[in-house]
């Protein structure tokens, strides 16, 4: 479909993709890992520099933790577009995986590689850079723009729940672009998401003795690592089910609409199967049944456990202590308050009360509408920027900070972003390909465009 108004800042992308590009390595050159405390001021100041060379006179709020970057482009439209991200990172661990180094973005063919590049530097700097070029294009916008970045979304998004409540005129806003989304494994279709499962956070912590012991007391005396993995058990059985008592509960059957939007798109089997070195599935899923399990499901993972000696050699060592970490991704009609309320519940009824339950960082899961206007300026925009419409879903697979804000406000909200369901988020070498970025920069300039007219 011809759009000479749209093209043309397409075109001003194309012949700037050097300076955008430029860009995107000093974001993923600097550190920026909440978990660890690294970086987040230098990356806080990069962000806010970034949004007043856009006429957004990039500001610091402080909160309990890292600071949240805001901004403000009003040019007295009728419409305003929140672009909200985040500028944290994970950890880069583990070093000797990487094929280059973390902090050292490397473009290898296609694609760049660097720590964050895909979550979420490269959503975060599509925005960015769409603004730049539409106003440089036509020196104006046809909305009004609010930047917020936050630095803790990989740590829980701990508190953007405070912000969003102590600022809610300053959050007010027509619509949300959140944060970044994905595209299918191998260019397939671009991935529009409208929500996203919750996740709730907690530790089980399980001490048997005062101290560790001499193994040949294991006749006597109780072993914590047992201990918890016999809790564990209960919890979810070998054919990947949740067997916490009453925990579906609160969950609404799925839906005719669900069903359909599942119907709607083909999940690239054989390439996830390639990508990660198996050949099949949880279960033998596939098909329908794999998509609604991905999708529509909660699931309960145990994230690393710790007890006793695991260096090198024997020890024969009874532990006295064990943890674990586990997250919960939660679906709607869940809440994390009566999740750890049921987690509780069932290790007290199955004999473990002595078990410590200790809350960490939760979600709230969040789902909106394909009819509403940001919705539609996206949907409508995929298959000129990317020549294949979107698969589009109504909540992703993942979890994020947006159930706080738009729970609280009501504001609807879409993900979109440029990695792709193979860009090792989160894991070693995470790389993004250099076209799915100027892609995004060009479906987000769309975006801004059609925002004003849906």
């Not at 006429?55 to 482009?73: A, C, H, M």
């Not at 532990?319 to 519940?345: H, N, S």
């Not at 920027?385 to 900070?401: C, D, K």
Request: a negative charge.
């Amino acid at each position: 479909m011809k759009r000479p108004e749209i093209e043309k800042v397409w075109q001003y992308i194309d012949d700037h993709r050097e300076e955008y590009l430029a860009l995107l390595k000093k974001f993923c050159s600097q550190p920026s890992v909440s978990a660890q405390s690294w970086g987040m001021r230098e990356m806080a100041e990069i962000v806010r520099e970034t949004v007043s060379s856009l006429g957004g006179n990039g500001r610091l709020y402080e909160t309990g933790g890292n600071p949240i970057v805001y901004g403000e482009l009003n040019y007295g439209r009728d419409r305003t577009l929140m672009l909200y991200n985040h500028y944290d990172v994970v950890p880069p661990e583990p070093y000797d995986q990487w094929e280059t180094p973390p902090f050292e973005p490397t473009v290898i063919g296609d694609r760049i590689v660097a720590r964050g590049v895909a979550d979420n530097k490269g959503s975060l700097l599509s925005r960015y850079c769409a603004v730049d070029a539409y106003q440089k294009v036509y020196g104006t916008l046809p909305i009004n723009i609010k930047f917020m970045a936050e630095g803790e979304e990989e740590i829980g998004s701990v508190h953007l729940g405070d912000f969003v409540r102590s600022h809610m005129d300053m959050v007010k806003s027509d619509a949300i672009v959140w944060e970044g989304g994905s595209k299918d494994i191998n260019h397939g279709p671009l991935q529009v998401a409208l929500g996203v499962k919750g996740v709730t956070c907690f530790e089980l912590r399980c001490r048997c003795a005062k101290g560790d012991m001499h193994s040949m007391n294991a006749a006597i005396v109780p072993n914590a690592a047992w201990r918890l993995v016999w809790a564990l058990s209960t919890m979810k059985n070998e054919k990947e089910e949740i067997t916490i008592d009453h925990f579906f509960d609160d969950i609404p059957p799925v839906s005719e609409e669900e069903l359909s939007y599942l119907r709607g798109f083909e999940y690239n089997e054989a390439d996830m199967l390639k990508a990660i070195g198996k050949d099949q599935f949880l279960c033998g899923l596939t098909g329908m049944e794999l998509k609604k399990k991905l999708y529509l499901a909660p699931t309960m993972t145990i994230q690393g456990i710790q007890a006793g000696y695991t260096g090198e050699g024997a020890k024969t060592v009874l532990p006295a202590y064990a943890f674990c970490k586990i997250d919960i991704r939660t679906v709607m009609g869940q809440k994390p308050e009566r999740v750890l309320q049921l987690v509780r519940e069932h290790l007290d009824n199955h004999g473990f009360s002595d078990i410590e339950l200790v809350p960490g960082h939760s979600t709230l899961p969040f789902r909106g509408s394909p009819e509403n206007p940001l919705a539609k300026a996206v949907i409508r925009n995929v298959e000129d920027v990317y020549g294949m419409p979107p698969a589009i879903h109504l909540n992703m697979a993942g979890s994020n900070g947006m159930g706080f804000l738009c729970n609280l406000t009501g504001i609807p909200a879409v993900c979109f972003g440029v990695f792709n369901d193979d860009s090792h988020c989160h894991a070693p070498n995470e790389y993004i390909f250099l076209d799915d970025f100027f892609n995004g920069i060009k479906l987000s300039a769309a975006v801004i465009h059609d925002f004003a007219e849906v």
